[in-house]
């Protein structure tokens, strides 16, 4: 029915990036986004994007973060660059249609940043 796989997770240095995927099944979603957990952790927003391109980011990847989507491919992107150690942990992509109240996850994927 609906799945959501996401892929580019990886270990990576200390100022570097990683470009993060999430190719989705079925129609179009309202909003797509990207949260993530760090062990022992809440897990959180990183960022959305509506259907329309707006889009929306926690304080602490603004500036250094970028997501974007292909409503064509369904698929939303998530641009990391100037990584920290704090960035580190699994990133679940996230998936919504309009007035649903229902998400939908993907499996997630290990971004890892480490001198």
């Known amino acids: 029915q609906v799945q959501l796989v996401e892929s580019g997770g990886g270990l990576v240095q200390p100022g570097g990036s990683l470009r993060l995927s999430c190719a989705a099944s079925?129609?179009?979603?309202?909003?797509m986004g990207w949260y993530r957990q760090a062990p022992g952790k809440q897990r959180e927003l990183v960022a959305t994007?509506?259907?329309?391109?707006?889009?929306n980011y926690a304080d602490s990847v603004k500036g250094r973060f970028t997501i974007s989507r292909d409503n064509a491919k369904n698929t939303v992107y998530l641009q990391m660059n100037s990584l920290k150690p704090e960035d580190t942990a699994v990133y679940y992509c996230?998936?919504?249609?309009?007035?649903?109240?229902?998400?939908?996850w993907g499996q997630g994927t290990q971004v890892t940043v480490s001198s």
């Open positions: 994007i509506t259907s329309r391109g707006s889009t």
């Open positions: 996230n998936a919504r249609r309009l007035a649903a109240i229902t998400d939908y």
């Open positions: 079925g129609s179009i979603f309202s909003i």
